[in-house]
Structures are given as C-alpha cells and as structure tokens.
C-alpha cells in the first residue's frame, strides 16, 4: 500500500467511529479493550465498582452515562442484586454498537448524550449518576454542559461519581524515544482539540461552580508494560495494570484523528504512525516506571 495520508488506507476505515468529536472507535476491537480496561479500573480501586458513599436501595434509579458496553452497570446491578437491592439503570451513549444484546429487564439502554439529557422527564430522577473516561470526547464547553445536566438529573442529596484518566503530559509513560514522542503527539492532538487534560483539578472547579458540595477526588496508580520478566500468565499485568498490548490498543485507536489531522507535524503516513506506537509498546514491555492515574471525583447535590 502506498504510504498516504488522505483518503485513508484501508486499515484506518475498518474502524467504527461514532462522532467525530469523540477520538476513540466505538467497534468490537475497542469493546474488548474497553471491557478488559473496566477489570483494571475496578482492581485500581480495591475491586470496588463504586467510591462514592451512595446507600442505594431497591427501586433507586441509577444514570450509567457514557456506558460503552454497559460492562459496569451490568456488574454493578448483579452486585447490589447479591445484597438483596434491586435498582433501575438506566444507560446511555452517544451510539448503541456497544451495548449488550442481553441483559436484565431493570437495565435499559438509549441512545443519548450527557450534554442533552432528556428533560423535564429526568429531572431530579436519579439517586446515583456514574460516569466514566469521557476525557476523550470533550472540551471545555462540552463539560461544563455536562456537569450543569448531571446536576439537573440528580436528585437532592444524590452522588455522582466521574471517573477519569490522567490526560496531561503523560511523563508517567515517556519511558524511551518511541513513547516520549507518541505523547507530544498525543499532547499536541488534544491541545489543538481543546481536550482537557487535568481533570483532576479541573473537574472539581466546575462541578463546585455548577452548585455540588462535598467534592473530592481519590487517585489510584495502574502499572503499564513490564511484563517481559512477569511469569506466565502475565498475573502481574492481568490484576493490577495494562500489558503493554492493552496499552498500545488505546493509542491505535487513535489513529484516524491522526492522520486525518495531517499527523500535526510529527507523523507524515499511516506506517510512520503504526512503527511509532509498535515502538512505544516495546518500551512500555520492558519498562517497570510506566504506569498511568485513574481519578474518582466525587460529588453530592445539595
């Protein structure tokens, strides 16, 4: 295949992309990754599916928003089920290729966006409203939209729980050239895209501007790579972080924004895109300092 960059080869439009707002494709391929990824989510915070002080009962409606395959709402349903509460949840995405083809009757899923929630009907509907890894899909008008409809959908004295991932300058993985490069890629991308970064800091300033009290945020540490000494299976990286294959599936997805972007001055063809990160995974095999930060931000209506 003849190294371009537009049209696309035809690698790149295998790829199922949802919006162009959203960087990531939403196809079987980023299903799985996002299903395994869910598993080192859960182990990051002690095996818990949920941080925030929430006390649910039977009956209580929860918001799953932005629930890709619904791998969360699912557990979460079947968890509080074995402690004899039974809840509604209701999930939504902005497409429905990856939800689930079964699932039980208490769970629904819809096709719709956090930033335009449906309205008057769940005003003030939900106990519980989770969300997860948006980081990707947003920028600072979208957030501030966001919070301001999980605000309006919670009921009084109601948890939401954000779950994010470090998006800002990525030294905790510049572990070698291949990958220090990929990041002032990545960097560069969001930048020009009006991705934010610190979420950490970020998030709680507009939740508490769009009226939430008791905010807080918890951070937990996933190693990347370092399997190439781990003994077969690879338990350290299946329990507690990414393998660098997981790792380098994130940035694959990538791609499309990339290189129709022109590869901002800094990968020129598909292949040079493909040799990047397949380099970075190298490093990221063999590293034992790469690893990257979940964050829980967590908040309660008044």
């Not at 959203?22 to 818990?48: C, M, S, W």
Request: net charge negative; aromatic share 10%; proline share 5%.
């Amino acid at each position: 295949m003849t190294s371009t960059l537009l049209p696309m080869g035809e690698q790149l439009s295998k790829r199922y992309y949802a919006s162009t707002q959203y960087l990531l494709p939403a196809d079987d391929v980023e299903t799985r990754r996002l299903n395994a990824q869910h598993n080192i989510i859960t182990n990051a915070f002690g095996g818990k599916l949920s941080v925030a002080p929430t006390n649910l009962a039977t009956g209580d409606r929860v918001l799953e928003s932005a629930a890709g395959s619904g791998i969360w709402a699912l557990e979460f349903f079947e968890t509080n089920r074995a402690d004899g509460i039974t809840l509604d949840i209701e999930c939504i995405d902005i497409s429905s290729e990856q939800f689930p083809t079964t699932h039980p009757p208490e769970i629904k899923f819809s096709v719709n966006s956090v930033v335009n929630l449906p309205n008057p009907e769940w005003t003030e509907r939900f106990s519980f409203a989770h969300q997860r890894l948006l980081v990707a899909a947003m920028n600072d008008a979208l957030w501030h939209l966001a919070v301001a409809e999980l605000f309006r959908v919670v009921k009084p004295g109601a948890w939401v729980e954000l779950v994010e991932i470090e998006a800002q300058g990525f030294g905790s993985w510049s572990v070698g050239p291949h990958s220090t490069k990929l990041a002032f890629l990545i960097n560069t991308m969001y930048d020009k895209r009006g991705v934010i970064g610190d979420l950490s800091v970020y998030l709680p300033l507009i939740l508490k501007e769009a009226g939430f009290v008791d905010i807080k945020c918890e951070a937990r540490h996933a190693p990347i790579g370092g399997e190439a000494d781990a003994p077969a299976p690879h338990k350290f990286t299946q329990v507690k972080g990414f393998d660098s294959e997981m790792w380098r599936e994130l940035w694959m997805g990538m791609k499309v924004p990339v290189i129709e972007a022109g590869g901002y001055g800094i990968v020129k063809t598909v292949e040079e895109y493909d040799s990047l990160v397949q380099g970075s995974a190298a490093e990221w095999k063999t590293s034992k300092e790469a690893y990257t930060t979940f964050y829980a931000i967590l908040a309660r209506k008044p």
